[in-house]
């Protein structure tokens, strides 16, 4: 008989992990007993209309859950949705302030009307306890407020009941201490009325942060920063409620005469837009997140304190909340597409940036946040036990469990990367591939290239060579790599599961084009050296290319020209085309002429960019055209370069999508100039396209 250990922690909710013996994801349970291999036994409780009951027992993983008071486990049984739980609990902040919520409180509700404001008056209990192991479950009655606070009801008609995940803003300003108190106006014993320590080592955080928002007129009579685009605010609203965002947009809208903000809410409210003011676009964003109001309107957000200075400064303690994890055993797999956005968006998500590591953060992010092409590489079974191999290992799950990757384990992995300039030094994200696969993997070169016919030779990246000359004023990726790999003579020995194409620019000091257009999908059948290719004009067998035929105008410029013998001389024959010397192509042995060519595609699933020496990630992270992230690895900063940390942020981009889904003949005609926001950027500052085998799919 295993001997057993009885643990301290009592309820706990499964937060990672495959569904194992009753319990799955968002699963709340109570602990009985701990096994000395570290796996708990204990009950799931079900919530039902009645109580939540300990209807089934069950074994879980200790790194699978994270531990809950009583009181958190009784307000998450009211949640019915399992993944509105871990969204929730997600939201250390919030969820911490709605734990230790009393009465009037005032707190901002999701509800059918919208986002109302109104005040906590009851705390229920829901349900009726058959036997001890019952666990009431608790909601929240509220009583909504108009714009001067006032009660929108006057007659005494039932309150509405909420429960924790409807709550999406708290106040605490607006607190009194009366104590909550039951429906049927018993009082609530001394301990229920106390706010609790909610999250365990992030409490005193919570607690600063609403000690901040109460010192609000403090903070507003100190000098403010100047506001710019990026800039964390907080706007007051006609109802009273403050609401946080990030300026996306600063200037003069259509109709108006005084300087306005485009603001992009944290969260939805009624009446805002999804980045359009009239009929104008200035930004694009989530819909009913976009706030157009007068910049002076705008306050610095007050959950940050402003230092004489001219800095933002962390208060005492107050440190990006970062909840524990314990690497397990069991690799973590991609973040599916249904998860991403739930798991990935906002700020504090991501890899956490820390002394000029974006280009390692990028890069990072970029390979193995959604795509699993390289997870047969990182797993190989010799390097497992590698302490360099681990620390990245730890990383890869901590990002794709969590959403989120703190400075200081990015830092052990820089520690051990063997040169002292990767801790404090910008360096290039292909360096950094070149180490990682190296030193890290060691593994064998992702590509394999033959130049002029000679002997095979390997690489981790493909960089572009070409002249201006070759190219018009915005190729695309499948133009330059055609291009470069025609007028260098290489060929790829065999179709690449990964392809990294490294544009022809020099960090932020020099690029040959000031724009280029993604090729989503990316054609390399022309390029394989000694595979059976198409004549480009009847589509039989090829067995000529010609170098100088790339550029003609009547031929599709920019397309790689092969041919049968009959449309070679046929080709040629033409008086502007005498002077071109085709080459005989390496045809296979036993192919007939008419046999079908299947085609070689890649899958682009990433795009590093620069932008004055700062590196940020497009990522797609599904197979619906619409599926793009945005990471910035240091996309804000609290406090300054001693005492403060940067702040990395996800942002959805699906207009990245929608600009790429159009045909390539619009694309060539279209204004970057009028694209959305982050959609130029992409056009503009694109440094490394990353492509995948479908046989391999994100």
């Not at 906590?120 to 108009?146: A, S, T």
């Not at 909610?198 to 901040?212: F, G, K, L, W």
């Amino acid at each position: 008989m295993e001997p057993k250990i009885v643990v301290k922690e009592k309820y706990f909710i499964v937060t990672r992990g495959k569904s194992r013996k009753g319990f799955c994801r968002g699963c709340i349970g109570r602990v009985e007993t701990e096994t000395q291999r570290g796996e708990l036994m204990g009950l799931l409780y079900h919530s039902g209309s009645n109580v939540g009951s300990p209807k089934s027992g069950g074994m879980v993983r200790r790194e699978d859950i994270y531990p809950l008071t009583r009181h958190q486990a009784q307000l998450l049984l009211f949640v019915s949705s399992s993944s509105k739980r871990l969204e929730l609990l997600c939201n250390p902040q919030l969820f911490s302030a709605i734990c230790e919520l009393t009465q009037d409180d005032l707190v901002v509700v999701k509800h059918k009307k919208g986002h109302l404001p109104g005040l906590v008056k009851n705390l229920m209990q829901i349900g009726r306890k058959e036997n001890k192991d019952d666990l009431y479950m608790l909601g929240f009655e509220v009583e909504f407020v108009d714009g001067d606070h006032n009660l929108l009801s006057k007659k005494p008609t039932p309150l509405p009941l909420f429960s924790a995940a409807d709550i999406i803003q708290v106040v605490p300003s607006y607190s009194a201490p009366l104590g909550l108190r039951w429906r049927e106006g018993q009082c609530l014993n001394t301990k229920a009325v106390t706010r609790i320590n909610s999250m365990p080592s992030e409490s005193s955080r919570a607690r600063q942060v609403i000690e901040t928002r109460t010192e609000h007129n403090v903070i507003q009579s100190t000098s403010p920063a100047p506001l710019e685009v990026g800039s964390m605010v907080e706007v007051v609203s006609n109802y009273g409620i403050t609401v946080y965002g990030v300026i996306r947009w600063l200037g003069v809208p259509a109709g108006k005469t005084d300087e306005w903000a485009g603001i992009e809410l944290d969260y939805e409210v009624n009446g805002c837009s999804d980045g359009k003011y009239g009929s104008q676009r200035y930004f694009t964003c989530k819909g009913s997140r976009a706030l157009f109001v007068p910049v002076t309107k705008c306050s610095p957000d007050s959950r940050f304190v402003y230092s004489s200075t001219g800095s933002w400064t962390p208060k005492p303690n107050e440190i990006p909340p970062v909840p524990p994890f314990e690497d397990p055993e069991e690799d973590a797999p991609p973040i599916p597409e249904s998860e991403v956005l739930s798991l990935l968006e906002g700020r504090m998500k991501g890899i956490q940036g820390h002394i000029n590591s974006c280009y390692l953060d990028a890069a990072l992010f970029s390979l193995f946040s959604t795509s699993v092409t390289l997870d047969h590489i990182c797993r190989k079974p010799a390097d497992t036990k590698q302490p360099i191999t681990c620390t990245l290992r730890k990383i890869v799950n901590r990002l794709r469990r969590q959403g989120f990757v703190p400075m200081e384990s990015v830092m052990d992995f820089r520690k051990q990367l063997g040169c002292d300039t990767f801790q404090t030094e910008e360096k290039d994200p292909e360096e950094f591939i070149t180490v990682l696969f190296q030193k890290v993997f060691s593994t064998e070169p992702l590509l394999k290239l033959r130049s002029r016919g000679e002997t095979c030779q390997g690489a981790y990246t493909l960089q572009i060579f070409l002249e201006k000359e070759q190219m018009g004023q915005m190729p695309t990726v499948q133009q330059l790599l055609d291009t470069s790999c025609l007028s260098g003579d290489i060929k790829f020995e065999e179709a690449p599961n990964c392809l990294i194409v490294q544009m022809p620019r020099f960090g932020n000091k020099y690029k040959m084009f000031s724009h280029i257009i993604p090729s989503t999908e990316l054609d390399i059948t022309d390029l394989l050296y000694n595979s059976p290719r198409e004549c480009f004009i009847c589509g039989h067998l090829a067995e000529y290319e010609c170098i100088h035929c790339l550029p003609d105008c009547k031929l599709q410029p920019g397309r790689i020209k092969q041919y049968c013998t009959t449309c070679n001389t046929q080709v040629h024959s033409h008086h502007t085309r005498q002077g071109h010397s085709p080459k005989p192509l390496q045809v296979p042995e036993n192919v007939a002429p008419d046999t079908p060519v299947p085609r070689h595609m890649m899958q682009l699933f990433a795009v590093l960019c620069i932008q004055t020496s700062h590196y940020v990630s497009f990522v797609k992270y599904g197979p619906d055209p619409r599926s793009w992230l945005f990471f910035d690895s240091m996309a804000d900063r609290c406090g300054d370069d001693q005492s403060g940390f940067n702040i990395p942020e996800i942002r959805a981009c699906p207009e990245l999508g929608d600009f790429l889904s159009q045909p390539e003949e619009e694309l060539a005609r279209a204004n970057p100039s009028e694209a959305p926001e982050l959609t130029r950027r992409l056009l503009c500052d694109s440094y490394m396209f990353l492509y995948q085998s479908p046989a391999r799919p994100l």
